[in-house]
């Protein structure tokens, strides 16, 4: 079965520190996308950052970037200069099969930002 | 993104009586949608995929009859909880999606409180 796996269930960051967030799926395609989205307190799913795996280059959106590890199917989420809105659940999630839309989520992190 | 719009926000109702959820898209073409439900500090959990003027496709485990889709329209989908029951208090959430583009976009979620 498809899974994506999110092994902190909690992090934390000070403000302007940066932070990484780990993420590991399994797949046996050999292209799909990988998702992360912020869920903040008012529990709106917000698209953070998307990345194809068929593309080499770590996709970056501002402050946030990733880490795609194709082979060792690793897709972390990096926070740089964390700011107090950036505290949130984070979720990873995959788009292992074409032949569906289905995205499979991960369990999620918890992260806090300290001042 | 997709902005995508759910109504109601929040809903409380009578043990035994249904209720209706809708799900639009407001900007977006959306061949695709889904419903997800979400408990306390879990992840997302899909319930079903609709696509326009087709039958739902519901997960293992869901019960069709209790939770009824429809999809009638590219911008339109109703999620139809019937005769709740306490246990079917929840967040409910529904995300848009189109063909060739694989990224979800969410609406911002109905809580459901059956007393």
């Known amino acids: 079965a498809q899974t994506v796996t999110q092994s902190q269930p909690e992090m934390s960051v000070q403000e302007a520190e940066t932070v990484t967030l780990s993420c590991t799926y399994d797949?046996?395609?050999?292209?799909?996308?990988l998702f992360w989205y912020k869920q903040p307190p008012s529990r709106q799913m917000i698209l953070v950052i998307r990345?194809?795996?068929?593309?080499?280059q770590n996709a970056t959106e501002n402050r946030f970037s990733v880490n795609f590890q194709k082979a060792a199917k690793s897709f972390s989420l990096k926070i740089s200069d964390s700011q107090l809105g950036d505290a949130a659940m984070y979720f990873c999630a995959s788009h292992p099969d074409y032949n569906t839309d289905k995205l499979i989520f991960g369990t999620g992190t918890r992260l806090q930002v300290f001042p | 993104g997709a902005v995508v719009s759910q109504h109601p926000s929040w809903v409380i109702c009578k043990s035994g009586t249904s209720v209706k959820i809708e799900c639009r898209s407001l900007d977006f073409q959306a061949t695709t949608m889904f419903w997800y439900r979400q408990f306390p500090k879990q992840s997302l959990m899909l319930m079903a995929t609709?696509?326009?003027?087709?039958?739902?496709?519901?997960e293992q485990g869901v019960e069709k009859d209790k939770f009824l889709i429809n999809h009638a329209s590219l911008t339109l989908s109703t999620l139809t909880v019937t005769s709740a029951h306490p246990e079917d208090s929840s967040f409910y959430i529904c995300s848009v999606s189109t063909s060739g583009v694989l990224t979800q976009y969410f609406g911002p979620g109905t809580r459901l409180l059956v007393l």
């Open positions: 990345q194809e795996a068929y593309k080499q």
């Open positions: 797949t046996s395609e050999s292209d799909y996308y």
């Open positions: 609709s696509n326009e003027g087709s039958k739902a496709t519901y």
